[in-house]
């Protein structure tokens, strides 16, 4: 059973930067496709970015394109999430999760795409 815990959340001005960190136990981390998902307050839980388990193909949501960028560390079972030129926007639940896959560049969008999901960090970017 593959386990996720992330980190790295907190408050933040807007223009700033945040690094998300999800560490993850209990399975061939390598085996998987990463992704962030974000939750706000009233709105549904929606994709962030993804990464291929070569770490070689990602994809990003329109609104965070060119602000957020997903890398993983499989060394270290860790994938990260920087976020620069943050907005209240994206203040949010952000989750981990991960997704079951047998090819190597394969990415995923869809929530229910994933297996395996984080507690989630909260990211807080006041207006």
């Known amino acids: 059973q593959v386990q996720l815990v992330e980190s790295g959340g907190g408050l933040v001005q807007t223009g700033g930067s945040l690094r998300l960190s999800c560490a993850a136990s209990?399975?061939?981390?390598?085996?998987?496709?990463s992704g962030w998902f974000r939750q706000a307050p009233g709105k549904e839980r929606e994709f962030v970015a993804a990464?291929?388990?070569?770490?070689?193909?990602?994809v990003y949501a329109d609104s965070v394109k060119g602000r957020f960028t997903i890398s993983r560390e499989d060394a270290k079972n860790t994938v990260y999430l920087q976020m620069n030129s943050l907005k209240p926007d994206d203040s949010a639940v952000y989750y981990c999760?991960?997704?079951?896959?047998?090819?190597?560049?394969?990415?995923?969008?869809?929530?229910?795409?994933?297996?395996?999901w984080g507690q989630g960090t909260q990211v807080t970017v006041p207006s």
């Open positions: 209990g399975g061939t981390f390598s085996a998987y496709v």
């Open positions: 999760a991960g997704a079951r896959t047998l090819w190597s560049w394969d990415t995923k969008k869809g929530i229910n795409e994933y297996d395996y």
């Open positions: 990464i291929s388990r070569s770490g070689e193909h990602t």
